[in-house]
């Protein structure tokens, strides 16, 4: 203490007291003089180590304290039960079944799904009745499905990789065909990197996660497909919805946020525009250069799923930017589906490099998840190849779209609201009643999941539109309604026959597979007017 | 043993004129038939390969729907190994990974490749994979080292965070343009905040060496690795052109069935050439084949359930079918050592979610009683349903559930029961059908089965398996039913045939009502063309290999054990995780494992996937390895144990053993009769 100042002497005398008898109880300690001993001479050699370790023992204290099975007791709505009460309770609960029994009309639902006997395709046999028919309802968009050179190569990528990668990625599940694919899927989009994920729907729910948190800000679309809705619940963050489709709307909404932040002041939080390329539950499509214009304008960042434009629509099947001749890296994150555009499995989220390597750590579903197959893999590659080589084929599907919408636009009991070259196509029921005023702002195709008038009318239809699907089963046309998780959906979208037309098939083919699902309509429809 | 000593087949002498020959380009460039004697190693092969056909040649036909032909063919294909490899191979075996170091005789046969499947035909090296009835589970004790270790843990991430923070706060000064994706940008906020990046850039990117290292070729017992370099401290990665093929005790490849070769790769060949490569769309949205509805009645025969689905992907299984079995109202009760899948599962489903400590009975009684009892929050009404969610076997600790204790409190507390079986199907039980198996309890006393296909059965995706009821409504609930992609036909087939494999084939003249669970699947059951050779469909094949994989487990586990190191896990679990503790000794560990003569490649986990303080090494055996290379790994353990200081283990004394004296007494380690 001889080096104390002169007047710290006061203090380090009040001081003294309280010390002295703290020093003789902690003297009696068993242990007590080591750690002194320890502490002096640590503190001798090295004053900063002191400090180092004092740090080091909060930290230890704080993470053994850290328990995430708390029972959370000391709540204020606890009450206190004794031992026997808790026995009557438990004695007493009975839980609901784990799972309700279908219902009938679910049970027929289930029935009626085609089933395929061997290879999937433009013309496949069906379990039921042994026959081939026509199929528009399994995505086959470039007609892949039947390429034999893909084949072979899958059969030789069988012969020196095996099946399966046994492994996430991070832990020697990284193939070099995996980095292969990645490298084909950027280049040919045009953006700087790609990831692969090992199945198309988990892609985008595994994405949005991975970047936008608690306290971001996501504006989507109202009719955004499940895995979107799904992926922006998993993230917490605050969520805008604008009216389907409507660009206008989602200009209101960005304005509104702008207001509000400026009002708050609140801090710059990352934000993101979440909206599908061609919309799965309507075929709709999205204006991509408008919504550029936008997202630049009040700088936000943009997440396209283009599960169903990627492998579809431009001219050599690149997806939206192709079709608007939109540079591909205006767009931050390009999510597409390996399996629905290029006939494989597993989906891709291109982007920058930096939006690329944060998944790579932080996409749940990209790193818990084994890796894709190397065989599928390549069939993506192979997929690639040979569309960005063949414009023809895109040339071929676009006839039959064109041929198709020529035959169902003449009809007036329905309504089509998909684009008109999108080759996924939903067919509505025209419902001539008025629409009911204060729904008027509202998309008249959808309904909330609490509007029961709606969905009583949406059931009626639907029981339609399966009629509908099994008349033209019976005549050799596959078909299926758009199936959805009723009472799971944010809006309940109007029932749909969703057609899928494929290049494998000619425009004759498609003619007439679609003339049987027109005269069906007519007669389903014509019947009840 | 030294490859250049005689061989003991005088095969190998006389190397037929019109042997099938794998080394044909070799043939043609005049080294063939007209040469000298060839060299040992293709001297080896060739008198593999004919003691191979000479054995299968022989071997009775007894059921008439196993094509006895295909075999034969391929047995010959089968001992291939890739051209690239030939010079590796002519030149020297010094790894031991390309041959086994004890040449078979003309009594064994082998027909997998020894890079993919090791040969071990030593029937010592088996055990059975079973709980003795009677005997208590062992519980799960974190062993704690020593003081002076977990400081120096404490200190390491210390010194590593203040580093860290320093470097940070220089750096944004000193190279503000490496930082600028971090902070916020022409008015966007970074993707990622400096804050949040912490952990990653500074801590995780000094061992990047070890994660996501790229590889080619089958995932089998032995790993073609891409070598790559950094030349700045990790931030980008080079690679060097070159390969090195280690042993792999990493991949999830249980069963060993990750094959380019053998009877399940020549199915996927026949599947891919009937069925093509995608079921295009949906189950629900016609992409259902009739491959699916087989591949699903097989998954229920083998779980011994009612029903099963199948999902294109495991991870999806979980995060997609748990919201249809539980919503708003609903308890889920969760290990909290669970996998991401199910909690990502749990949380959008919109029920409440607890949590117990890990495998521990007396958390798990505690929590349902004051679940129970309270009820909802807030609210206290009654909760709808509970479900309680564990895995069969933990893929970081290698624990298995104590399933006997969670049914017993089943009973009492009328939950619903969720076993995600991920890593334990195929690898737990007697006759590989997970821990039900494992504890010779019914599997239907479980309402809910779930498990992957990616470990075991060397293929991908998931299945539940249940009652019919529930299964139905998932089929029409579950997301992916009416949304994701259906699985691909080529897995499928690698899933039936590898679980076919697993089970046996039953002669087709026994009715298929006479077999029960667990027992052979009907030959009716399997897609007509899937002809398995005769070794795979009696279902020899894989009850060997199940006792293989036994064998390995108990091995390595006893082993490490007696070797002096601390290890988590029960010793009939396939995963053994190591405890290093130390952050620094990871990379070593790996670095060292690595660059030994037989390169070893492992997997180091630490923070966030474990606690803070338990760094660890995992291992994964496999049916694939042979006794030698268990022998392998633990020398190298050993070494490396004493270079790094890693044997705190409380196994002290006379106790411990040396690694001769393991490696000698492999047997008695490896049994099941401790
Ligand atoms: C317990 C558990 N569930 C699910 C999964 C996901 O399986 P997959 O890799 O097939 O997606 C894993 C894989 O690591 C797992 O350990």
Known sequence: MDGA???????????????????????????SAVILRYVKSSHQNDPGRTILELLLLIFAIRTLLQSRTRADRNGSHYIQFSEKEVDELVEEWTPEPLAAPLTPAEQSDLAAVPIIAGPNGPRPKLVSTGKTATNLASFNFSGLSSNEHIKQRAVEILRKYGLGSCGPPGFYGTLDVHMDLENDIADFLGTEAAILYSQGFSTVSSVIPAFSKRGDIIVADRAVNFAIQKGIEISRSTVRWYDHNDLGSLEEVLISIEKDRKRRRGPLTRRFIITEGIFSKDGAMVDLPKLIELKLKYKYRLILDETYSFGSVGRTGRGLTELYNVPASKVDMILGSCAVGLNSCGGFCAGSQIVVDHQRINGP?????ASMPALLAVSASEGINIIRNTPSIFECLQTNVHAARAILDKLDCILIPSHPVSPVIHIYVRTTDPVPPSSAKFNLTFASPKDTLRLNEFDVEE??????????????????????????????????????????????????????????????????? | MPLASPLPSPMALNRPQQSPSIFKKRSASGLGSGSPLPSSAASYLSALSQADARARSVSPTSTPALSLSSSVTSSSEDTILHEEEEDAL??????????????????????????????????????????????????????????????????????????????????????????????????????????????????????????SQPVTGVAGRTIMLLDRTSPDYNHTQLFTGTRTRALNISSYNYLGFAQARGGCADAVEESIKRYGISSLGARLEGGGTDLHNMGEALVANFTGMEDALICSMGFATNSTIIPALVSKGCLVISDELNHASIRF???????????FKHNNMKSLESLLKEVISQGQPKTHRPWKKILVVVEGLYSMEGTLVNLPGVLELKKKYKFYLFVDEAHSIGAIGPRGRGVADYFGVNPRSIDILMGTFTKSFGAAGGYIAGSKTIIDHLRVNGHSGAYAESMTPSV????????????????PDVPSKEIVHPGPVASASLPQWINLPLNLASGEEGTSRLRRLAFNCRYLHSGLIKLGFITYGHPASPIVPLLLFNPGKMNMFHKMMKQRQTPIVVVVVAYPATPLVTSRVRFCVSAAHTKEDIDTVLRACDEIGDVLDLKHGSVRGKDRWNVEQVIARAAELGSNDD
Do not use: W
Request: glycine share 6%; proline share 7%; with cysteine.
């Open chain 1, 463 to 529: 029981r339609l539109l399966q009629e509908v699907v099994e008349d033209c089963l019976a005549q050799g046309v596959i078909l299926t309604r758009a199936k959805r998780l009723k009472g799971q959906e944010m809006v309940e979208p109007k029932p749909s026959i969703r057609l899928a037309l494929s290049s494998a098939l000619t425009k004759k083919e498609t003619e007439k597979a679609v003339s049987v699902l027109r005269n069906s309509l007519v007669k389903t429809f014509g019947r009840r007017r």
């Open chain 2, 492 to 507: 499928l087939t690698q899933v039936v045939a590898s679980m076919a494999s697993i089970m046996g084939v039953a002669p």
């Open chain 1, 5 to 31: 100042p002169e007047s710290l002497i006061p203090v380090l005398s009040f001081l003294e007291g309280p010390l002295s008898t703290a020093l003789t109880t902690f003297n009696k300690i068993p242990g």
């Open chain 2, 345 to 355: 599962g749990t949380r959008i489903s919109g029920a409440s979610v607890r949590m």
């Open chain 2, 90 to 211: 002519m030149n020297s075996n010094a790894d031991g990974l390309l041959l086994p170091t004890r040449p078979p005789n003309s009594a064994q046969v082998f027909s997998t490749v020894h890079t993919e499947f090791g040969h071990c035909a030593n029937d010592k090296y088996r055990t059975t994979s079973q709980h003795k009835l009677g005997t208590p589970l062992p519980t799960h004790v974190e062993q704690d080292p020593p003081y002076y270790i977990l400081l120096s843990t404490y200190v390491s991430y210390l010194i590593l965070i203040c580093l860290g923070h320093v470097r940070d706060f220089v750096g944004k000064r000193l190279s503000p343009s490496s930082y600028q994706h971090l902070m916020p940008q022409h008015g966007y906020a970074p993707l990622n905040s400096d804050f949040d990046s912490f952990y990653t850039r500074r801590l995780k990117t000094r061992m990047d060496e070890c994660f």
């Open chain 1, 365 to 369: 579903s990209f790193v818990f998840s």
